[in-house]
Every structure is written in structure tokens, then in C-alpha cells.
């Protein structure tokens, strides 16, 4: 896919919102700050920050309003806004035990936004293929509970699902990974089912090599052998305002970048 074209007017009638797993923020903070520059989204999803210390300075010096979940090496989300930001929670129900900082949930401009890091579950059988698949369940039973008001919401970041084989650019290469079991697929499924829409998938409608991530190893960006785990899942009342959800390569190929590369989708900026 082409790079996106930089927003260099701001017409006011949408309302852009990006996530991006930056796989560390401290490393990656001159990529995400000159991407910033360059779109203006007005609300950025951040993943994987790997630190409990987040750059709250460099993003306010830009014009945007942060919330972090932070874990000391591992994890963390954030989420970084041009307007202002009420915070709901900031870990999701139903393990109070668990720890991990993979989920962050504001209402911005009347809009539940919910940021999710899942897990990624390798290897296969362990308890970590386990707590992939409970924490899957909880998020589920969130959604369900969210459908049920009347608040548009949109649910975006790692998923850490390959939804179905056109997803990734070759099935086999991963049959035998987390993000590609059945189980994990079918959760996946469950959200459509209550009546989410994949944004992606439903502009781009049996499109193939669309990718999201890229493996470090064997030149796999620049065979474009990559996966797509990022999403955008919206609520129908929000699904309606839809105009368009592209993923921007450009920052994968850049010097020591993340193995993901953001995503974008724009709504109306009314219903």
C-alpha cells in the first residue's frame, strides 16, 4: 500500500483516530513524534510501551492530552488526545489478579474509546495460551455489556488475532502460533457476532497482503510477509459514521522502527 498522504488541512469534519504498537516508546519516541507532526490524528492509541516512565512532555509540546497504563519492561498502553479526556478504567474486569497494563478505556468527544494490548499466548498449551484465551472472554463480556448503551464505541489496538488466512501471507507459516488457533480465531468471530465491525475489513473486503506486522527476521517487510493483528472494532451506532480505515506502512520501513505500523480510521464527525 502507498504511504498515506500527510493532513495538511484540517476540515473539522472528521474524526481521525490511529493506534500503533510501538514495541517501546523510549525507542521509538522520534518515529511516533515526527508521525504525529506529519497526520494530526486526533487521537493516537499507543501499545507495548515497555516502561512504567511515559513522555507525557513530548506529546503536550505537540498538543495532546495523554493517559498511560504503565508496567515496569513489559506491556502498557496509552492514549494521546487533541481533545479533552475523562478515563473510565483502566484495567479491564473480571481477574482482579491480573496485573498486566493491556487495557485503558476514556470517553473522548462522547466517544468510548478503548485502547487493548492482548496477549499474545506462545507457545501454544501453556499457561500463557490460557490467560491469551481468558483474557479474550473478559474483553467479550465487556463488549456485550458496552453494546448495551447507547455510548458509540470504538475498541482498537493488538489484538494479537490473525482473524482469518487472508490476514497473513502465508497460513501455514502460521499454524502452529497463538495468534492463529482456532481458539483464538473464534473469539475473535464472537465480537463480530455480537454485532462489532472489523473497520479494516469491511472497506477492504477480500483485499490481500494487508498487513499490520512484520517480523524483524528474514527481511520480512520487504517481502511484505507480515500478519494483521491491529484492529479497529466498531460499535454499530459508531460503524455508520465510517468513512475510512487505511494502514500507513511508511513508518515500518524508517531506521530501527517498530514491527507494527500504524492503522487510521476516520469517522464522520457526526452521526
Not at 509540546?61 to 496509552?78: D, I, P, R
Not at 466498531?234 to 505500523?261: F, W, Y
Request: aromatic share 10%; net charge neutral.
Amino acid at each position: 500500500m502507498t504511504a498515506l498522504v500527510p493532513q495538511t488541512v484540517k476540515c473539522g469534519l472528521m474524526f481521525k483516530v490511529a493506534s500503533w504498537n510501538l514495541n517501546s516508546v523510549r525507542s521509538r519516541l522520534t518515529h511516533v513524534t515526527a508521525w504525529l507532526k506529519a497526520y494530526e490524528p486526533d487521537v493516537l492509541l499507543l501499545q507495548e510501551l515497555k516502561g512504567t516512565e511515559f513522555p507525557s512532555e513530548a506529546f503536550q509540546s505537540l498538543g495532546y492530552e495523554g493517559v498511560a497504563v504503565t508496567q515496569k519492561a513489559y506491556n502498557g498502553v496509552a492514549i494521546l488526545s487533541r481533545h479533552p479526556i475523562k478515563t473510565i478504567a483502566k484495567a479491564l474486569i473480571g481477574d482482579d489478579s491480573d496485573s498486566h497494563a493491556r487495557f485503558l478505556e476514556v470517553i473522548i468527544r462522547d466517544i468510548r474509546i478503548v485502547n487493548v494490548y492482548a496477549p499474545n499466548g506462545n507457545p501454544v498449551g501453556s499457561d500463557r495460551f490460557v490467560y491469551k484465551l481468558a483474557w479474550l472472554d473478559r474483553l467479550i463480556q465487556q463488549m456485550v455489556r458496552w453494546k448495551q448503551d447507547d455510548v458509540p464505541t470504538l475498541i482498537g489496538g493488538d489484538f494479537n488475532v490473525i482473524p482469518e488466512d487472508i490476514d497473513c501471507h502465508k497460513p501455514s507459516s502460521w499454524a502452529h502460533d497463538a495468534l492463529f488457533q482456532p481458539e483464538a480465531r473464534a473469539r475473535y468471530r464472537a465480537m463480530l457476532q455480537i454485532g462489532y465491525t472489523d473497520a479494516f475489513r469491511s472497506l477492504h473486503a477480500g483485499e490481500i497482503g494487508h498487513f499490520t506486522f512484520w517480523d524483524y527476521f528474514r527481511q520480512a517487510f520487504q517481502n511484505n510477509r507480515g500478519i494483521r493483528i491491529d484492529h479497529f472494532l466498531l460499535s454499530p451506532t459508531l460503524a455508520d459514521r465510517l468513512k475510512s480505515c487505511e494502514i500507513d506502512k511508511e513508518p515500518r520501513g524508517q531506521e530501527k522502527p517498530s514491527d507494527h505500523t500504524p492503522i487510521i480510521v476516520s469517522l464522520s464527525d457526526a452521526p
